[in-house]
């Protein structure tokens, strides 16, 4: 357990705050929001980027930079000991068993086998990508580990330059 665990802990420990319980409490009488106005009135919410009209900071300020997060590939990694306690000596491995065995969940482009923990079954393994001592440790064990293709990656520009064009003379 982690330092940061247990403040997660103690939060969720903490007693949600009891409001309108009567003045002798403290948090009676306007229960915290004040007198009047749109915040003391129930349904009343704002978007923390409003400012009351003005252009928000978020819209004033520059975006600059790129991120990849929305392009990169969404890589899930499978361990060797998963594979030793889930399948029985001889079977085919694919993505579509790795996702019955409940091993990788929906949602990933590429699967990586990777090598922690020891193989005593031979396996036909097949997925996207395998680390190097984890395909030693495949074949080592009498398996195999087959590589499947990817997404085919975005071609940009088919048509090609115009200027390529001119000078091949189309």
Excluded: W, Y
């Amino acid at each position: 357990m982690n330092i940061h665990d247990v403040n997660e802990q103690v939060k969720a420990a903490r007693k949600p705050r009891r409001v309108g319980r009567g003045t002798g409490s403290g948090r009676g009488k306007t229960s915290q929001r004040g007198h009047k106005g749109f915040g003391s009135r129930s349904g009343s919410s704002m978007n923390p980027v409003f400012e009351g009209g003005q252009m928000p900071l978020v819209r004033r300020v520059p975006k600059r930079g790129f991120n990849n997060k929305t392009f990169a590939d969404v890589v899930v990694a499978v361990n060797l000991f998963d594979l030793e306690r889930c399948f029985d000596k001889g079977d085919k491995i694919t993505p579509e068993t790795l996702k019955a065995k409940g091993l990788v969940k929906k949602g990933f482009d590429k699967i990586k086998v990777l090598s922690n923990g020891e193989l005593k079954k031979s396996l036909d393994v097949s997925a996207h990508a395998f680390s190097a001592e984890a395909q030693k440790k495949i074949e080592a064990a009498g398996g195999k580990a087959t590589v499947l293709p990817g997404k085919k990656p975005v071609v940009k520009n088919k048509m090609g330059s115009r200027k390529k064009r001119l000078l091949e003379g189309r």
